[in-house]
């Protein structure tokens, strides 16, 4: 079946421009994940959802980052106000929400670059 | 302060021969890891998991070792292909967290030379 699926692959944007990034998990899985992954780093945690529900968003550096996922599926990830600081690899990725499941599935990533 | 800790940022190694990929962690609350594999452009594909209360699993040519002493663990590749040339990233997930949220390490890219 189809994987995760994630929007823009790429975007550039202006410092100060309001950004939005798209997220289609796998069909049916419970939970998603947000990761920044900055140039030569390992993906940090952003924020977790559970269906609708957002039990975590502790890693979101500040209040200009906002995630949602309204309906339980796809997920939206929007920065107000960009900052250079903000140019990063942005992954999403899903899984099945099992007890014991920790295996995630990440989608290939948007490339964002704030100029 | 790097939780999950790969020193190794390179790794070069002939085909057919074994890759061995480190990583060690810090937080003892940990009990289960991964191993996640990334090509350019791509994001990370699972590759092979442990959980703590095993010292070693194996799946085809993967094998993770857990020695939770030392709190370490190593992926081996045997035998090395061009193929699995390619950034190798280890996390760990606290089971008793709230949402198995994964820590990864900086990874290491593996470069396997014909």
């Known amino acids: 079946g189809a994987g995760v699926s994630q929007s823009p692959r790429y975007k550039v944007a202006k410092r100060g421009q309001d950004v939005a990034l798209r997220c289609d998990p796998i069909?049916?899985?419970?939970?998603l994940f947000w990761y920044q992954q900055a140039l030569g780093q390992g993906p940090e945690f952003l924020t977790y959802?559970?269906?609708?529900?957002?039990?975590?968003k502790s890693g979101l550096p500040s209040d200009r980052f906002f995630a949602e996922r309204p309906e339980g599926s796809v997920s939206t990830l929007k920065i107000q106000r960009t900052q250079q600081e903000d140019s990063a690899v942005y992954l999403c990725?899903?899984?099945?929400?099992?007890?014991?499941?920790?295996?995630?599935?990440f989608g290939p990533g948007t490339r964002l670059t704030v100029t | 302060d790097q939780q999950v800790k790969q020193n190794s940022p390179s790794l070069s190694v002939q085909e057919g021969r074994i890759s061995i990929l480190n990583c060690d962690y810090t937080?003892?609350?940990?009990?289960?890891f991964l191993w996640y594999k990334k090509y350019p452009a791509e994001g990370p594909t699972f590759l092979i998991s442990?959980?703590?209360?095993?010292d070693k699993n194996e799946d085809g040519r993967f094998t993770v070792f857990l020695n939770k002493s030392a709190k370490h663990l190593s992926l081996h590749i045997v035998p090395s292909q061009p193929g699995d040339s390619a950034v190798y990233f280890c996390?760990?997930?606290?089971?008793?967290?709230?949402?198995?949220?994964?820590?990864f390490g900086k990874g290491t890219l593996l470069t396997v030379n014909p």
């Open positions: 990725a899903s899984s099945p929400g099992l007890a014991g499941s920790y295996e995630q599935y």
């Open positions: 937080n003892s609350m940990f009990d289960y």
């Open positions: 959802f559970q269906n609708e529900a957002q039990l975590d």
């Open positions: 996390a760990a997930s606290d089971s008793g967290g709230s949402n198995y949220k994964l820590t």
């Open positions: 069909s049916g899985h419970v939970s």
């Open positions: 442990i959980s703590s209360i095993k």
